[in-house]
């Protein structure tokens, strides 16, 4: 077995934490080799040092079909033969397939400096078909469903075919929904057949045992071991990634009681076509669906983030719909699906994205109260366990499941009456995943009333007291306590169930 890389000795440190302690890691050429481990583990900084992003501690090694690879150098990292797709595929989605693989490399050109149009489509279209893809490359990236988009940033990846040896796909499942993982993997197969490495990080431990043939696992920034994927099951996985925490928040064994909180009537937008509902203090209801059927959109119409049309009352008062900072006032927060670009702000630091939904309880005539205010983010950083506690930190050095519990902490923070979650534990590992759920029971438990929307029926059927399935905009069935399964939830979502009647179907806990 030729191994395309070997990485002997990896260590990375920063102020104040050891990221990568003596790391040892290969890949053999045509294996699709996983990386996991819980948010922190050193997953992403041993990547960023792949790519040249960060420099290594000396002593470490790392080769590329036996050669040196000069690190701390993103060129160097190129040459050497890396290629990556990160979770944040960085494509511009109103340019077309063709434009956004020119990006980098410049286009084909002709006589006066001219673009060969021709000759870059019939380049561009042979080389998304060659992973498996059959789209038009003149289409814009907008137009594509979320796997044939990773796809063009694979091939975009992969364009210099003959320097290329090791693939990096960082979460490239993330944002996919199931249906299209399947297209993902026979691209990924494709590559495998060419002879290249893949190095495939990802939170879904079903997928590892679909695609990789070996994973190996990280924890606290060391190596635990490397396994071939057929000689461990998921159980033993995940043990020896949390060191045996307990994975699961306590679901109470009944819904809650009173009168609701939050009421929903007739709230619809451009896929959710209208839908009533109300939840109890208390109370976490889930929505479930596949993309497109309104799930995505229900929360952001909740809170005003995009235009919508309908009635929203908090505790019997009517909140302007479409108004953001009416929702705020009224007791709403939204934890929104996209923490990169809607969720915080990367280049600040933790505590300025803990403060910033309200700087007036530390201010005094004008001034801010520095002290109180950093003892409030201290508190905060403590009680999420965020890894590592620097508040002067950027939020984007923080792994995905720290950022997203900073994210949590500053709507946390307001108390609010109404939680709203678009996809809290998406890009975050199983151990991060447990906090975050026990984090929304205790919101629920302090008297919030929560809404969970999810696109992870298991995470839908571990935390959640009700859930209100939607199917092509409206609602397809409502589940209550031992009724919500990923069995009956997988089939009202594929419409293997009768769907509930009417125009406006309302519903309450």
């Known amino acids: 077995m030729r191994r395309v890389l070997q990485i002997r000795g990896m260590s990375k440190a920063f102020p104040g934490t050891l990221a990568l302690d003596y790391v040892d890691f290969d890949v053999i ?151 299209e993982v399947d297209v993902l993997f026979a691209a990924i ?59 699961k928040a306590r679901k109470p064994a009944s819904a809650a009681q009173g009168k609701p909180l939050l009421e929903v009537h007739e709230v619809g937008g451009e896929a959710l076509k209208s839908l009533s509902f109300s939840v109890r203090p208390g109370e976490v209801l889930g929505v479930a669906g596949l993309t497109g059927s309104g799930r995505d959109e229900l929360l952001p119409l909740l809170f005003g983030a995009v235009q919508g049309r309908g009635r929203v009352a908090v505790d019997g008062t009517d909140v302007p719909i479409s108004d953001p900072q009416a929702a705020k006032a009224a007791g709403l927060a939204l934890v929104p699906a996209d923490r990169h670009r809607q969720g915080g702000i990367l280049l600040m630091s933790l505590g300025e ?58 709507w946390l923070r307001m108390t609010p009456r109404v939680l709203l979650l678009d996809e809290p534990t998406q890009g975050v590992d199983v151990g991060a995943k447990a906090s975050i759920h026990t984090l929304v029971r205790s919101a629920a438990d302090q008297g919030a009333a929560v809404v969970l929307a999810s696109s992870d029926d298991e995470e839908i059927e571990d935390t959640c007291d009700r859930v209100l399935v939607l199917r092509d905009g409206r609602l397809a069935g409502e589940l209550v306590g031992d009724e919500v399964s990923m069995e009956t939830l997988g089939r009202l979502q594929l419409a293997a169930g009768s769907a509930m009647s009417g125009p406006s179907e309302s519903v309450g806990g």
Not at 392 to 404: K, P
């Open 29 to 179: 050429e045509g294996e699709v080799h996983a990386l996991v481990g819980q948010n922190g583990s050193g997953k992403s900084t041993l990547i960023k040092v792949l790519a040249g992003f960060h420099a290594a501690e000396s002593g470490t090694s790392v080769e590329v079909d036996g050669e040196p690879v000069r690190l701390g150098d993103g060129a160097a990292s190129h040459g050497a033969g890396f290629r990556f797709v990160h979770q944040d595929l960085a494509l511009v989605q109103d340019l077309s397939v063709l434009e956004n693989l020119a990006f980098g490399r410049g286009f084909q050109r002709g006589f006066a400096g001219r673009i060969l149009w021709k000759e870059e489509q019939k380049a561009a279209q042979a080389l998304v078909e060659s992973l498996g893809y059959d789209f038009d490359v003149r289409e814009p990236v907008a137009t594509l469903a979320a796997a044939e988009r990773t796809g063009v940033a694979i091939a975009r990846a992969l364009q210099d075919a003959e320097g290329a040896r090791v693939l990096v796909l960082d979460e490239p499942t993330a944002t996919l929904p199931t249906s």
């Open 353 to 410: 994205n803990v403060t910033l939904t309200d700087l007036e309880r530390h201010t005094s005539r004008g001034r801010l109260r520095h002290s109180k205010e950093r003892a409030e983010i201290e508190d905060w950083l403590t009680r999420l366990d965020v890894r590592p506690p620097v508040a002067e930190a950027a939020l984007d050095s923080l792994s995905g499941g720290n950022q997203q519990k900073i994210v949590l902490a500053k």
């Open 189 to 247: 197969r494709r590559v495998q057949e060419r002879g290249l490495g893949v190095i495939y990080v990802s939170h879904r431990l079903d997928e590892v045992f679909e695609i990789a043939q070996r994973v190996t696992i990280l924890r606290d920034g060391r190596r635990v071991g490397t396994w071939e994927t057929k000689a461990i099951d998921e159980d033993q996985l995940i043990e020896l990634m949390t060191g045996g925490v307990p994975l």
